[in-house]
């Protein structure tokens, strides 16, 4: 098995690379961590719960999904503690992406952008 | 997974369980102030100084937190030290536990698969692919981090660096030598 086949590091060592690929991967990690420190849930509970996801089978060789697995697991753990259900995920999130979309380029995009904006949400 | 993420935020913030700058503190601290730097100070100085090796060693947690690295994943240390007959290694194979305050948050190949799997079955085939091939007779020893305890190695000081400050040694020490996965670099 070569280096890349492994999954393991191909170029010079990274010691300066960037944390996150994606802003959206650093705002889920954040989550995570500033809820556990208000301490909604241990460590070894969120632990368990990343462990169920990274180890699903299909996981990317390369861990190139390991916070698509990170959000899967905080997503079930907030549906458990009846913090954030997923049909209430899957509605704001929807509005997001409306919102995304009837916001013009260049400006901030607000839920309030929401075209669909209703009073529930 | 963007949208998900800004719902889930927003959820939560209207609930009052999280705050929104505090989310921005936490990244920010992560992408640019926690990193394997922190580490390296602290190999360089157990190098440097015996006394600060035999409490690293004894009480790694203590040791580390006198140098002002403390905090989130860093709460439970022990130091392992790689001698001329016994070379460390450190994996997560339950997630990704990791110490954040001296080594900053995991390397991609870290959190993958094959390297969760393969570190403890085949160390030595693992640390060839990092380019690193022990001799035969040298042992490896695999730790394997938990919620609760994590690991730092300290890796063999290079020859040639007698004399040398701390912050020049500081920069011998990668990311990879207090992993396990590599060494120091050289002195030349």
Redesign the interface.
Known sequence: MSRHEAGLPVGPEGVDAPVFAEPWQAEAFAIVVALHERGLFTWAEWAERLSAEVKKPGAAADGSDYYERWLAALERLMAEKGFAGRDEVDAVAAAWERAAHATPHGQPILLENDPKKHSGL | ????????????TR?G???PA???V??DT??TKV???NGAAVVARAWNEPDFADWLKRDATAAIASLGFTG??GEHMQAVFNTDETHNLVVCT????YPWPVL??P??????????S?AVIDPRG?LE??GLTLPRDKKIRVWDS???LRYLVVPQRPDGTEGWSEAQLAELV???SMIGT?VARGAA
């Open positions: 997974m963007a949208a998900r993420v800004r719902a889930l935020e927003t959820i939560l609930k369980l999280i705050d505090a989310i921005d936490i990244v992560y992408e990193g394997p730097r989130r994943q339950l997630c990704s536990c900053g948050l390397p991609v190949w870290y959190k993958a698969p094959p390297y969760r393969r693992v692919e990092f938990t919620a609760e990668t990311r990879d590599g």
